[in-house]
C-alpha cells in the first residue's frame, strides 16, 4: 500500500531523457513485443467475427496497439551513442 502511495506522488518526466538506458532499453523492447502481439490478435480477431460494430470495434483496438508500437519505436530511433556523449560525466564531477 504505501509503495502505490510513493507512485503516485511522483511528477511526471515532462521529456523523455536523451539517451536510453539498458534497463529501459529492454523494457521498451518487451512492451513492443507486447503491442504487436496485440495487434495481431485485435487484427486476427477482426477477420474473423461477423458482424459489423465488431468488427469495427476490433480494428480500432487493434490500430491502438499499432499506434502504441510506433510511439515506442521511435523512441529506438536515436543515435543513443551520441545522446550519452552529450550527457555530463558524472566522474569528473566529483
Same mark, same amino acid.
Given at each position: 500500500?504505501q509503495?502505490?502511495n510513493?507512485?503516485?506522488n511522483?511528477?511526471?518526466?515532462?521529456q523523455?531523457?536523451r539517451?536510453?538506458?539498458?534497463?529501459?532499453?529492454?523494457?521498451i523492447?518487451?512492451?513492443?513485443s507486447?503491442?504487436l502481439?496485440?495487434?495481431?490478435?485485435?487484427?486476427?480477431?477482426?477477420? /474473423? =467475427?461477423?458482424?459489423?460494430?465488431?468488427k469495427?470495434a +476490433?480494428?480500432?483496438?487493434?490500430? %491502438?496497439?499499432q499506434?502504441?508500437?510506433?510511439r515506442?519505436?521511435?523512441?529506438? /530511433? =536515436?543515435?543513443?551513442?551520441?545522446?550519452?556523449?552529450? +550527457?555530463p560525466?558524472?566522474?569528473? %564531477?566529483q
Amino acid at each position: 500500500m504505501q509503495m502505490q502511495n510513493n507512485q503516485g506522488n511522483q511528477a511526471p518526466i515532462p521529456q523523455p531523457p536523451r539517451a536510453i538506458s539498458s534497463k529501459d532499453l529492454l523494457y521498451i523492447k518487451d512492451a513492443l513485443s507486447w503491442e504487436l502481439l496485440a495487434f495481431k490478435k485485435f487484427h486476427f480477431y477482426a477477420q /474473423q =467475427v461477423q458482424s459489423p460494430e465488431l468488427k469495427q470495434a +476490433l480494428d480500432k483496438m487493434g490500430r %491502438m496497439h499499432q499506434n502504441h508500437f510506433q510511439r515506442l519505436l521511435t523512441h529506438l /530511433q =536515436v543515435d543513443n551513442n551520441s545522446a550519452l556523449a552529450s +550527457l555530463p560525466n558524472t566522474q569528473q %564531477m566529483q
